[in-house]
DNA sequence: CTGGCTGCAAAGCATTTGCATGACA
DNA sequence: TGTCATGCAAATGCTTTGCAGCCAG
């Protein structure tokens, strides 16, 4: 998985590319968001989005760190882990527990909301969205006089292709 | 909700209640998963399953702990946790995130699969059951080609008690 | 008797925080 | 120039395990 990945050219720390910082919307978002906070751009913070930008669907906290420090070896992991959080609490990232014990993030802001299969053999997670689904689940919650502000749903089994792998095992 | 609930009488360790053991059909069940997997029926084991069973719908090992500790303060929490563990193993618990830190459990055995509503102020859970939802979850699954095992939806928002207090501060 | 069980204490481990130093605005 | 950010180390807190003594079968 991570051996595909193109190694990004080192990025130096001490300098905010502010003519690269239009190529994202979540760039410009995560910029404001922090001026409305009175927080500070910095280099780091910079470095943790766009490697967060530009990673698989699915990341933990730590992989994301060592995605950094491939590129800043002296970011720590608390500021990945602060920034993360930042990220989340803007809606550039979503959280959320696969089963294992790690928190997950994924991209939250240019993606519709959508569900998850979870490979319990393999660890994939595989995306889907069904409006049926929401409708049903917003006449649920209407019913129950609730207001709803997040859901998930998460589906876990074997998939395709383990499926197939065991089958020829026996 | 804690205070609402009748004080069981003191309950011996030592003495192994044959003659309650038929009452719940979870019980037997128990006592045939330990024989099947060579385990032995211990009086705390009984008394942790005794106590799960009366529980609220849902409930932290912590709180079954201090429930089991009210019977018997004998008993220690590494028995609670690992007899909970056992519990689930055979179906009589379900283990699930709410969404805190701490692993909830609800009876898993005579109960019907359901979806849960989280209040995301009181922490209130409100269960409900959708066939809807469950049709078309299977056909999701099916269309992927997944072999489904386990499925969780939950919901967090505010609930109608909620809003309500929450319409009057302001 | 013997292997499983118990409870204590301690370890694991992801996450979170305190604090002195350093950087942004 | 002051406030916020950073990174290290340490604390948190739920969960899990090691181990010596105990008990069911």
Redesign the pocket.
């Known amino acids: 998985m991570t051996g595909s990945e193109k190694k990004a050219p080192r990025v130096s720390?001490?300098?905010?590319e502010t003519a690269a910082s239009e190529e994202r919307p979540e760039k410009r978002l995560f910029?404001e968001y922090?001026?409305r906070?009175?927080?500070?751009?910095?280099?780091?913070?910079?470095l943790?989005l766009e490697t967060f930008l530009e990673s698989e669907k699915h990341i933990?906290?730590?992989e994301l760190y060592r995605k950094v420090r491939e590129r800043?070896p002296?970011?720590?992991?608390?500021?990945?882990?602060?920034?993360l959080?930042?990220l989340t609490e803007c809606g550039i990232a979503r959280?959320m527990?696969l089963g294992?014990?790690?928190?997950?993030y994924e991209r939250g802001f240019d993606e519709q909301h959508h569900d998850h299969l979870i490979c319990i053999e393999c660890g994939g997670v595989t995306e889907f969205f069904s409006q049926q689904l929401e409708n049903i689940q917003a006449e649920v919650v209407r019913r129950h006089g609730f207001q709803m502000v997040d859901h998930s749903l998460r589906i876990w089994g074997i998939c395709r292709e383990c499926q197939r792998k065991r089958g020829s095992w026996r």
Chains 1, 2 share one sequence.
């Open positions: 720390a001490s300098k905010v910029y922090l001026r906070k009175g927080l500070k751009r910095t280099a780091q913070r910079d943790i933990t906290s730590e800043d002296t970011v720590g992991f608390t500021t990945v882990y602060r920034t959080k930042l959280s527990q294992d014990r790690y928190t997950h």
